[in-house]
């Protein structure tokens, strides 16, 4: 493999916080990106080479794409695989990871059916197609969480379901068919950030996921557990990447149950809001990586630099309104704290408008904070944030 920069062109599906952080990690590497997203004007605009303004399943957007790059990943699932495969032939481009990873992913229960099929530990689940469905799912699973077989994300889709009489309104919030899993009584969520590159597969070390509301609010690393249980982690993680097809970064959610077993939660075929601790705090981003591993160029060190924590900064308002950000300083001020702004125009009720990462020291003076007191300045460091 020869690489030289100025790189290649990469198209992306997608121009959210994702695709903006994309950009950001590809430049240093001399690598441009054009990116497709139906808001004009996207958070991955400024940073981008340029946007082609579409539908995430509009053919003439799509191959007025592929006409102008080099190789085509995504960052969001809404992106037509299809379309993908279809404008990869005809322009002779590569598209990683695969659209059939893609279609896979995108849809819950075929997700879970795969895994089951490979040996991967999943909880119990069962295909729901409507308000009878439920009820036998809570006849067999006791509790369950319904889930939308497509689309859902940050808790949107996801409806926990205890009462059979719950059932017609469970399966109207959901909108569609889904998918019922049992309850999981789990310790933790832990998730690991999985690369497969052309030269093999490498793992960040598995992080510890606190969510309220379905949402995530911080990752934590080193994650609290011990090491066992992180090696089972990892071992899944690789088992999940044996199962799907193509180059790039996966983000595998994880449940490790008080007895320390690991099954998975869910998957996504690209980077993860649970690795955007790695910007500060591993040797290599998981979005230079992605970079890295769809272009087909050698995969960087996924090392843990020192003990990290990501919060996420959400939209604490009651109604849409324009987005400004206030007391900023209170990041700025604080040496081992970084702020990212996703450059959304409008906050929402928990909206995910950025994040603040708190490092336990630069690693010069030997300095390393105990995950609980890291946890707890980052959580400080965030809420005195506020949208103004």
């Known amino acids: 493999m020869t690489v030289t920069v100025p790189g290649p062109t990469l198209g992306v599906v997608g121009g959210g916080q994702l695709g903006r952080m994309l950009a950001e990690a590809a430049a240093p590497l001399g690598v441009e990106m054009i990116v497709l997203d139906p808001t004009p004007d996207c958070p991955a605009a400024p940073v981008a080479r340029d946007q082609v303004v579409g539908d995430f399943d509009d053919p003439e957007a799509f191959r007025e794409l592929a006409a102008r790059v080099d190789a085509l990943t995504f960052e969001i699932e809404l992106a037509d695989a299809e379309l993908l495969d279809s404008v990869a032939e005809e322009f002779g481009l590569s598209v990683n990871p695969a659209p059939e990873t893609l279609?896979?992913?995108?849809?819950?229960?075929?997700?879970?059916?795969?895994?089951?099929?490979?040996?991967v530990p999943v909880p119990p689940f069962r295909r729901v197609d409507d308000a009878d469905d439920l009820r036998d799912?809570?006849?067999?699973?006791?509790?369950?969480?319904?889930?939308?077989?497509?689309?859902?994300?940050?808790?949107?889709?996801?409806?926990?379901?205890?009462?059979?009489?719950?059932?017609?309104?469970?399966?109207?919030?959901?909108?569609?068919?889904?998918?019922?899993?049992?309850?999981?009584?789990?310790?933790?969520?832990?998730?690991?950030?999985?690369?497969?590159?052309?030269?093999?597969?490498?793992?960040?070390?598995?992080?510890?996921?606190?969510?309220?509301?379905?949402?995530?609010?911080?990752?934590?690393?080193?994650?609290?557990?011990?090491?066992?249980?992180?090696?089972r982690a990892d071992e899944v993680a690789r088992d999940v990447l044996e199962t799907l097809d193509?180059?790039?970064?996966?983000?595998?959610?994880?449940?490790?149950?008080?007895?320390?077993?690991?099954?998975?939660?869910?998957?996504?075929?690209?980077?993860?809001?649970?690795?955007?601790?790695?910007?500060?705090?591993?040797?290599t981003s998981q979005f230079e990586q992605h970079?890295?591993?769809?272009?087909?160029?050698?995969?960087?060190?996924?090392?843990?630099?020192?003990?990290?924590?990501?919060?996420?900064?959400?939209?604490?308002?009651?109604?849409?309104?324009?987005?400004?950000?206030?007391?900023?300083?209170?990041?700025?001020?604080?040496?081992?704290?970084?702020?990212?702004w996703y450059g959304k125009d409008e906050v929402r009720p928990l909206r995910k408008m950025g994040h603040v990462t708190l490092t336990g020291g630069d690693g010069g003076d030997g300095a390393r904070a105990d995950p609980d007191d890291l946890l707890a300045h980052a959580r400080k460091t965030r809420d005195a944030l506020r949208f103004e």
């Open 246 to 283: 193509g180059r790039g970064v996966f983000g595998i959610e994880l449940f490790e149950t008080p007895d320390g077993k690991i099954s998975v939660n869910e998957i996504a075929p690209r980077p993860h809001n649970s690795g955007h601790w790695t910007i500060e705090g591993a040797r």
């Open 103 to 119: 279609e896979t992913i995108e849809d819950k229960l075929v997700q879970k059916r795969e895994l089951e099929q490979a040996g």
């Open 137 to 231: 799912a809570l006849a067999e699973f006791g509790e369950v969480m319904l889930k939308a077989r497509t689309g859902g994300y940050d808790g949107r889709g996801n409806v926990p379901v205890t009462d059979p009489a719950d059932a017609e309104d469970a399966m109207e919030a959901v909108g569609g068919p889904a998918m019922a899993e049992t309850f999981v009584d789990f310790a933790r969520e832990l998730s690991v950030i999985a690369v497969q590159g052309d030269d093999g597969v490498r793992t960040f070390p598995a992080g510890e996921n606190v969510h309220e509301e379905e949402i995530l609010r911080e990752t934590i690393l080193p994650a609290r557990t011990d090491d066992e249980v992180l090696d």
């Open 291 to 340: 970079v890295r591993a769809v272009l087909g160029w050698p995969l960087g060190s996924t090392r843990l630099r020192c003990p990290t924590v990501m919060a996420n900064v959400l939209g604490t308002v009651d109604e849409s309104r324009p987005a400004r950000l206030g007391n900023v300083e209170a990041v700025l001020e604080d040496e081992n704290a970084s702020l990212h």
